[in-house]
């Protein structure tokens, strides 16, 4: 069975940094697109970060660009996405997904077939 878990979410002051990873199990995902999304309370889920396959491509949403950094390790089948200058409005559930495919960054939703079941993360101001 295919699982993604995420970690790492927490409560953080405005200006502060937090990691949160995602662990695949039940098959590599070292040839897929991985992303983070996260959706706020009454909000749509929005596109966070992408990364490609081999790690070498990124994509960041604008209002996270500068801030937050993804990245992967391909051997650990883990994709991690550093936050940092966090602010009161990046208070979220970020959720963790994989694509079925091989190639660069995606930004839209409906390419990845698999998600995890969230993790918290509070940004107090």
């Known amino acids: 069975q295919v699982q993604l878990v995420e970690s790492g979410g927490g409560l953080v002051q405005a200006g502060g940094s937090l990691s949160v990873s995602c662990t695949a199990s039940?098959?590599?995902?070292?040839?897929?697109?991985m992303g983070w999304f996260r959706q706020a309370p009454g909000k749509e889920r929005e596109f966070v970060a992408s990364?490609?396959?081999?790690?070498?491509?990124?994509l960041y949403a604008d209002s996270v660009k500068g801030r937050f950094t993804i990245s992967r390790d391909n051997a650990e089948n883990t994709v991690n996405l550093q936050m940092n200058s966090l602010k009161p409005e990046d208070t979220a559930v970020y959720f963790c997904a994989a694509t079925r495919y091989r190639g660069g960054p995606i930004a839209t939703m409906k390419p990845y077939a698999y998600w995890g079941q969230g993790t918290q993360v509070t940004v107090s101001s």
């Open positions: 039940g098959r590599t995902f070292s040839s897929n697109i």
């Open positions: 990364v490609s396959w081999d790690g070498g491509s990124t």
